[in-house]
């Protein structure tokens, strides 16, 4: 492609909008443009590296044996409002009326539609296992779109599902689809950890997020240096931390009563702790939710965070949200900030583990500016249940070895969910058996964020000049410029190694640009395509070319005759 027939945009400064170096990058090379809050027009040069990345995904998704179809973007309501789905996903799903007033969803994933599909055409156990995927945009009103193509509302994405006869064939379809995902993400040049996920609005069993660790990564993953155990934050575990008090606590504990004390507007952890010069490991917050209709009350150690996901799974309620301080006085008898278990017998308790650990502990009095000391675990209150529910922190100790976890960052560019029979059954999606028994389909479902992906590899891929395309994604591999347009010599040998390069199956953008030398290197260096040939007036004397790689900045001086040239870009290991 020359430069000239083409359009590329560049930017020199950086936009006022981008925070993030990938989103920057993407503006500042002409890759994107905005047109709304998180909704982005792909130019040229963005839509040739996106199609790459797409590329990657079909060649490994129609090998691991998945078939590809195109579903419609535009979902009727009723499907959504049939799985139980629609009150789930709430606003973040863009619905819409047609003329009739009947309601549709623009389709933020794809499960019931394609189970619709599957429960009208599947038949019998002879058409399975199948393993459907489309790549099309999806749509979700973030409440707050953020980091160009990262979070947005109108994305690409690669949604697959697989239907099975059985948990085995289930779980042999989602190994073939992570082993699948690991291909995929090494072929764009990223490096990923595949960790534990919560299931959250997807449903099913089990689930697993594919990171790339970065610091501008909106997800959390805890990993274990030693066992390799990986989970997303919301999903992680860890294990109590052995000896943390001194054994004699308990005896001293256990031979007074607790007592209370007064905290005059003493609301917040840190203020109690203060007032009463103790740690804040050594006090207990009780915190009040709403989960679906009923109210819950939930403990974990002061020093501790709350895990609402956990907490949802352990209750088991698909809604979960902090009661109103009305409903908290009406419960506690006590305004906000002074709830604790003990006489709490309206509501259900829910502890953290580690905090049944405690020897002693200090917790709100259920009566205004008032604590009480010394509470101790099954003595002084019963919880209905015990459940890990707090968010693991760095420096825990790993759940399957003792080892110690760290806590990073991350982006997540794909996630794996085994979804069981959850849609099969809303639904009525069966198949006959070989004895002609009706049996529901066992479904998994795998997601790739494309323009996810594709930011990804910008992020992890760049340096103060610019981008520096793998050469799997880049929307062109060579930079091909003559430094003095006005030189005609350099001008048709650049038109002669044009053409050489491109019959040899490079794909090669030629800056034909009458253009300083120095806008042409700085946009060169700015859209990082992995190899740069120049043709340049004092080495083209000597009968040289200067070849490039941009990842290295390596630079090699060849003969000016193509298989000298060709054999040198290839030494790069392209």
């Not at 419609?72 to 619905?95: D, F, T």
């Not at 009480?372 to 922190?393: C, S």
């Not at 990804?456 to 003095?484: H, R, T």
């Amino acid at each position: 492609m020359r430069w000239s027939k083409t359009f590329i945009p560049t930017l020199r400064e950086n936009p006022a909008e981008a925070e993030t170096v990938s989103h920057q990058l993407m503006l500042r090379a002409g890759l994107m443009r905005k047109l709304a809050s998180g909704l982005y027009t792909y130019l040229p040069l963005g839509w040739r590296f996106i199609r790459k990345v797409e590329q990657i995904i079909r060649e490994e998704m129609d090998r691991a044996g998945a078939i590809e179809v195109m579903m419609p973007m535009l979902h009727p309501l009723e499907l959504w409002e049939h799985s139980g789905r629609a009150k789930v996903m709430g606003p973040e799903m863009m619905r819409l009326h047609d003329r009739n007033a009947r309601g549709f969803v623009l389709g933020p994933t794809h499960e019931e539609i394609i189970t619709a599909l599957a429960a009208g055409e599947i038949r019998s156990y002879k058409q399975l296992p199948i393993n459907f995927y489309q790549i099309a945009n999806k749509f979700r009103d973030e409440i707050r779109p953020r980091f160009g193509v990262m979070r947005a509302r109108e994305f690409i994405m690669k949604d697959a599902y697989s239907f099975d006869a059985d948990d085995t064939g289930a779980n042999k379809s989602y190994q073939m689809m992570f082993d699948a995902y690991k291909r995929i993400f090494n072929r764009c040049g990223l490096t990923t950890v595949a960790v534990e996920a919560d299931t959250g609005a997807m449903g099913g069993s089990f689930s697993h997020e594919f990171m790339v660790p970065a610091e501008i990564g909106e997800d959390r993953m805890a990993v274990c240096s030693q066992c390799g155990y990986a989970a997303n934050l919301e999903k992680a575990e860890s294990a109590l931390m052995e000896n943390e008090w001194d054994t004699h606590l308990f005896d001293i504990a256990k031979k007074t009563t607790y007592q209370e004390v007064d905290t005059p507007n003493m609301r917040s952890i840190e203020d109690v702790s203060r007032f009463l010069n103790v740690q804040p490991k050594q006090l207990v917050k009780t915190l009040i939710y709403l989960a679906d209709t009923q109210v819950i009350a939930a403990l974990i150690r002061g020093d501790h965070q709350i895990n609402e996901s956990k907490l949802k799974k352990a209750v088991g309620c698909e809604t979960l949200t902090l009661a109103t301080p009305e409903t908290i006085e009406s419960v506690t008898q006590a305004p906000v900030g002074f709830a604790g278990p003990v006489g709490l017998t309206a509501v259900p308790i829910i502890a953290d583990p580690a905090v049944m650990a405690m020897p002693s502990m200090i917790t709100g009095g259920n009566k205004i500016d008032t604590h009480l000391l010394n509470v101790i675990p099954n003595r002084d209150f019963k919880p209905a249940k015990i459940a890990d529910i707090r968010v693991v922190t760095q420096g825990d100790r790993c759940v399957n070895c003792q080892g110690t976890l760290t806590v990073s960052y991350g982006i997540e560019v794909g996630h794996c969910f085994k979804l069981g029979t959850k849609y099969s059954e809303a639904f009525h999606a069966t198949y006959l058996d070989a004895e002609g028994k009706e049996n529901l389909l066992i479904m998994g479902c795998y997601g790739i964020g494309v323009t996810r992906t594709a930011a990804a590899i910008i992020e992890c891929n760049n340096d103060k000049d610019g981008i520096i395309f793998p050469w799997s994604v880049a929307p062109y591999q060579i930079y091909l410029m003559a430094v003095n347009p006005s030189n005609s010599e350099l001008v048709q040998l650049a038109e002669k190694f044009y053409i050489v390069l491109r019959d040899a199956g490079f794909e090669v953008i030629y800056d034909d640009r009458n253009e300083r030398p120095g806008v042409k290197f700085k946009d060169a260096d700015l859209l990082g395509f992995p190899i740069r040939v120049i043709i340049g007036d004092k080495n083209i004397k000597q009968g040289l070319i200067e070849v490039t790689e941009r990842r290295t900045k390596q630079t090699r001086l060849v003969q000016k005759n193509p298989e000298t040239l060709i054999s040198a870009i290839k030494q790069y290991g392209v």
